[in-house]
């Protein structure tokens, strides 16, 4: 996977700086906290440090995550999901991601037999991962649940939900622009073309 085009689509997922209470990451500009930034630099940033970051300061910290995910631990598969979720949840989110993703696909409903849901991909998550053989399929399916499981109180759809809800539509309009590019990429010259004469199709009987 190229840096620069992660890059790219990373600064368009995430936009400019945001200080919205109810944001579990805080202040947070080019999608980068002010926690983060502040372990990045080896020091404690203002909130006004995080507005004024430059995208060269950008470049340098997502440089840095990008080169510490290990991607050669994840499936060719479900390196674009990863590796954006790695923004968006932490490194350490994505990575427990991954682990649920392995044992919900090797071992439903069999919890007794789950490699451990840490966040660190050790020897037990890259073998489970090597027998999973996950898609992307499985990736953004896991993900979902990550996603309900910061929105919802309890199991009851009808239920009060918690603040994070405000951002659900953002997370999955994500989720789903990442899945539509994973199965484009997928997708065969002759499969594309078929798409592309059914649309015409469609278009012309309306």
Known sequence: MDFKAWFEKTLEHEGGFVNDPDDLGGATNHGITQQSYSEFVGRSVTIDEIENMSLEQAEEFYLQLFGSLGMANIPNS?????????????????????????????NPGNKDNWIDVDGAIGSGSR????????????????????????????????????????????????????????????????????????????????
């Open 127 to 206: 073998a489970a991962i090597a027998d999973s053989d996950l898609s992307y399929w499985d990736w953004y399916a896991e993900l979902a649940v990550w996603y309900a499981n910061l929105v919802l109180k309890g199991c009851g759809f009808s239920n009060e939900r918690t603040t994070q809800h405000k951002f659900q539509r953002g997370w999955f309009r994500r989720m789903h622009q990442n899945l539509v590019q994973d199965r484009l990429d997928e997708m065969s010259i002759e499969e594309l073309e078929q798409v592309i004469e059914q649309k015409r199709a469609d278009i012309e009987q309306d």
């Open 78 to 106: 479900c390196q674009r999901g990863y590796s954006d979720a790695a923004v968006n949840l932490g490194k350490g989110g994505a990575s427990r991601v991954v682990q649920m993703a392995c044992n919900t696909k090797l």
